[in-house]
């Protein structure tokens, strides 16, 4: 049961504002949906690196977030302390896939994490008196490493359980395919994503946005966002130190103590600005009751509840803020951007299947068409992950790693792995072309997610249904 599953409803935002009790005074506080928002200039999320060139706005939220841990350090249970923040993550995200409140692995994911961050620095806000704050993001697709403000040694921006493993984020992590020329383009492949909301279980892994919760078929699977390169940076950033023990990102019970997570979350939320500004994209967006009338409940820092409407979540000027660019890489990459690796410097395959690709059927292909791997009832791994995904001709040498179309991750969630039932689905269109009518081999070959000194890694092989490809054709918008 979710704690929050009894907190009183307030009325409809709009209306707080006139009323006067003490519950509304933590939205009134909030400013959500406020008519005084309407009209303001929004506050800019900046890029971390940024946002960190103006040292006394570094300072003041660090010592936000110090204050804030040293709030929860007196009192656990203290609304205005860092981990109150941090246990909302862990009472929405750290339940079962069935529970009504799970807002991952659904059409809430981006919707919740978006109210959840502005929820965040609103709070900061008010704490640090900075009144032009937002939380700046971390663009990994540029920077394949904790950012200088996120490490630095004795700043309450760093101190979290983290056990990163020696190694930069590499291209398949960040969702960065430099194989496939349009993937490329793209910068992170999840933008390939025709729609927001899943119409099938099926299409879950390839949908933007998720599938509706509740849904008849009572199915839940990550969306595309959700699984790369969401997946892969929480459990690099938390990493793994020996059986059992991992870093706060890399559980969602515990993800969000680390301040970074809402930096990550951040540039996942940026992407959906990018993804939307194509009106094909958005024409997508559920405009059901059921999804805009839903509201999603937080904890102001006097305690009082407050919630945040659907309705106001999908705009963010309506939050109060915009992001200082929509390109997803700072400057634009000409190639691989992480130094291309050996079969030796990984860890053995968990899983390889040997497939033929099928010939275009026939006539002139279809450019907007595209070759989709799925690889289907994926069992859950019994311990955090990340693999990629790597296709190479059949005959290819045993030694030989290939393309790398995609990865995954295996995140745990109050000590067990978070793994909803679902197809994995990775766009493997450049490779089909190469290799239209021969044999191809599929391996999945784990990532190195280890602290440095930890013990070596070992990963049991993944228990799959079948890998198969499918077409998937620019007509798929409109189902
Ligand atoms: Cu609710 Cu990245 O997690």
């Known amino acids: 049961m979710n704690p929050h599953g009894n907190s009183v409803l307030l009325a409809p935002s709009r209306r707080s504002f006139v009323g006067g009790t003490t519950v509304i005074a933590g939205a009134a506080a909030l400013g959500l949906a406020s008519p005084s928002v309407?009209?303001?200039?929004p506050r800019i999320r900046m890029d971390i690196v940024t946002f960190a060139q103006?040292?006394?706005?570094?300072?003041n939220f660090e010592a936000a977030v110090q204050e804030m841990k040293d709030r929860s350090a007196t009192d656990e249970n203290d609304p205005k302390g860092w981990l109150a923040v941090a246990n909302t993550h862990r009472d929405f995200c750290s339940i079962p896939d069935d529970d009504s409140s799970q807002i991952h692995s659904c059409y809430w994911f981006i919707a919740w994490h978006r109210a959840y961050i502005s929820v965040t620095e609103r709070k900061i806000r008010a704490i640090s008196g900075d009144d032009s704050f937002s939380y700046p993001y971390w663009n990994w697709s540029s920077d394949r490493h904790i950012p200088q403000a996120f490490a630095r040694a004795g700043s309450s921006l760093s101190d979290a359980v983290r056990y990163t493993p020696p190694r930069r984020l590499q291209d398949d992590e960040v969702d960065y395919i430099p194989d496939d020329p349009a993937l490329r383009a793209l910068g992170v492949a999840a933008l390939s994503a025709r729609r927001f909301e899943a119409t099938t279980p099926s299409r879950i892994s390839r949908s933007f946005g998720g599938i509706a919760r509740p849904n008849p078929?009572?199915?839940?699977?990550?969306?595309?966002?959700?699984?790369?390169?969401?997946?892969?940076?929480h459990v690099y950033v938390g990493g793994v130190r020996d059986q059992g023990d991992v870093g706060d990102m890399t559980d969602f019970a515990t993800a969000a103590r680390d301040p970074i997570f809402f930096a990550h979350h951040g540039n996942l939320d940026r992407l959906w600005e990018v993804w939307r500004q194509n009106p094909a994209h958005r024409a997508t967006e559920p405009t059901s009751d059921a999804f805009l009338n839903h509201?999603?409940?937080f904890t102001w820092i006097d305690g009082a509840p407050i919630e945040v409407p659907m309705s106001d979540v999908v705009d963010t000027t309506k939050l109060g803020y915009v992001y200082d660019s929509l390109d997803v890489f700072?400057?634009?990459p000409v190639g691989p951007m992480a130094s291309a690796e050996s079969v030796s410097s990984r860890p053995p395959a968990v899983g390889r299947q040997t497939?033929?690709?099928?010939?275009?059927?026939e006539g002139v292909p279809d450019e907007t068409e595209r070759k989709i791997l799925e690889i289907t009832e994926v069992e859950a791994p019994t311990q955090p992950m990340t693999v990629s995904v790597f296709v190479k001709p059949a005959s290819a040498p045993a030694d030989e790693l290939g393309t790398s179309i995609g990865t995954f991750s295996a995140i745990r969630s109050g000590g067990q792995?978070?793994?909803?039932?679902?197809?994995?689905?990775f766009d493997i269109t450049a490779a089909a072309k190469k290799y239209a009518g021969e044999q191809i081999t599929v391996q999945l070959i784990p990532q190195r997610i280890r602290a440095q000194g930890a013990e070596p890694e070992t990963y049991p092989q993944l228990k799959f249904g079948q890998m198969r490809i499918v077409t998937e054709g620019a007509g798929d918008h409109h189902r």
């Open 355 to 361: 497939l033929r690709v099928p010939l275009h059927p």
């Open 54 to 59: 103006d040292a006394t706005r570094l300072a």
């Open 330 to 332: 700072r400057t634009a």
């Open 38 to 41: 309407f009209g303001q200039t």
């Open 417 to 425: 792995i978070a793994w909803p039932t679902q197809t994995l689905s």
């Open 295 to 297: 509201r999603f409940m």
């Open 217 to 233: 078929a009572g199915a839940y699977g990550n969306n595309r966002l959700e699984r790369t390169p969401h997946g892969p940076v």
